[in-house]
C-alpha cells in the first residue's frame, strides 16, 4: 500500500525492536538485509483499488459489505482467527480488541501475540491471573527489547485478557534464531538439533518470487543463495506462530485463537495461514484493518475480511 510509510529498517525479521536501530544504522550490510525483510512484510499488503469500507463497516475481499453478526458467525465456524494490524496503530488494536471480545462472548477463546516469543508466557500467565501491573509485566516481559513499539497502542486487548481472564499465548521465537537463518538459512540453522520449530513448508511460488523481488531491490547482486536464507528467515516468523497456534488449540479444546500479528503474515494467506494448512489446521479466517479513504478493495484473496478502522 503506497501511502504507508516503511518500518523502520531495524524491525520486524530483522529481530531488532525500535529502541536499537539508531544504535546499528552505521552497518550497512546488515541494515540492508533488515530494510529488505521489512519491505517485504509490506508488500504482502493486499493491494486497494477503489471501493472501500467505510469506517467500522466490514466488507469481504470482493468488497461487500458484511453485517457484524454475518462476521461473527464467520469468527465462530473457524477454529482459528488472524487478526492483522499495522503495529502500534490505537485503531487496529482496538478493532482487534472489539473483535475478540465479540466472539470471547460467545465460548472460550485463546489470544495469540505475534508480539513476544515464548519465553515471555510467564508473563503473559501472571498478567492474566491479576499478579503483575503494568510497569511489572513491561519488566519482566521485556517488551521493551523484545517488540519495541509502544504499549499503550496495545493496551485494549492485554486490558481484555485481563478483565476476562482470556489466556494469552506467545507465539513467537527468539529473535537471535531468526538472526541465525538469515546468516546460514534454515537447514544449516536447525542442523545442531536445536531449532524452536520445524521446517517451515515450501513457499507458495507467488510468494517466494515476490520476497525474492524485494530481496533483489534492496540488494542487486544478491546470490541465489542469499535470496533462500532471506525467504527462510522471513517464514520462521509464519511457522513459528503457525504451530504456537496448533499447539494452543490442542491445548484448549473447544476454543477459538484469536491471533494478532502484523497484516503481512495475513494477507493472502501465504504467511501464517499457508503454514497452519501445512500443518493440518483446518478453518482460517483471515481479517485485515484498513484506513477509509485510502482505496480499499483488495486483490482477489488477500483476505477474507477488512474492516474500516480510523
Known amino acids: 500500500m503506497p501511502s504507508i510509510p516503511p518500518k523502520p529498517p531495524c524491525c520486524w525479521a530483522s529481530a531488532d525492536p525500535p529502541s536499537r536501530c539508531a544504535s546499528r544504522r552505521n552497518k ?6 533488515r530494510l529488505a525483510l521489512s519491505a517485504a512484510l509490506l508488500a504482502t499488503t493486499p ?3 477503489a471501493t472501500c469500507p467505510a469506517p467500522g463497516q466490514w466488507i469481504d475481499a470482493a468488497g461487500s459489505p458484511v453485517s457484524a453478526s454475518a462476521v461473527l458467525d464467520k469468527a465462530l465456524a473457524a477454529q482459528t482467527v ?37 519465553e515471555a508466557q510467564p508473563a503473559l500467565d501472571r498478567w492474566v ?39 494469552m499465548k506467545a507465539l513467537n521465537v527468539d529473535r537471535a534464531f531468526v538472526r541465525k537463518v538469515g546468516r546460514e ?35 542487486r ?19 513459528a506462530m503457525a504451530e504456537a497456534i496448533v499447539t494452543a488449540l490442542r491445548d484448549n479444546p473447544g476454543a ?31 481479517a485485515i484493518p484498513v484506513k477509509p479513504g485510502e482505496g480499499c478493495e483488495p486483490k482477489a484473496g488477500a483476505a477474507d475480511l477488512l474492516f474500516g478502522a480510523e
Request: charged residues 20%.
Open 185 to 219: 538459512g534454515f537447514d544449516k540453522a536447525a542442523a545442531d538439533g536445536k531449532s524452536p520449530i520445524s521446517k517451515p513448508a515450501a513457499a507458495d511460488p507467488a510468494y517466494a518470487a515476490k520476497l525474492a523481488d524485494t530481496f533483489r531491490e534492496h540488494m
Open 47 to 49: 493491494a486497494f483499488a
Open 221 to 239: 547482486e544478491a546470490s541465489p543463495e542469499a535470496i533462500a536464507r532471506f525467504i527462510d528467515a522471513q517464514q520462521v516468523w509464519d511457522r
Open 82 to 118: 488472524l487478526l492483522g494490524e499495522r503495529h502500534a496503530t490505537p485503531a487496529h488494536h482496538q478493532w482487534q480488541a472489539d473483535t475478540i471480545a465479540a466472539l470471547a462472548a460467545k465460548g472460550p477463546v485463546v489470544i495469540g501475540l505475534e508480539q513476544l516469543p515464548r
Open 129 to 167: 491471573a491479576g499478579e503483575l501491573d503494568e510497569a511489572a509485566f513491561l519488566s519482566e516481559s521485556k517488551w521493551a527489547e523484545r517488540w519495541g513499539h509502544d504499549f499503550t497502542a496495545y493496551r485494549p486487548v492485554f486490558e481484555l485478557a485481563r478483565a476476562r481472564k482470556i489466556p
Open 256 to 286: 477459538h485463537v484469536a491471533a494478532i500479528m502484523g497484516w503481512g503474515h495475513v494477507a493472502d494467506g501465504h504467511g501464517v495461514a499457508h503454514q497452519l494448512k501445512a500443518l493440518g489446521a483446518p478453518l482460517v479466517l483471515t
Open 28 to 33: 550497512r550490510p546488515a541494515m540492508l538485509y
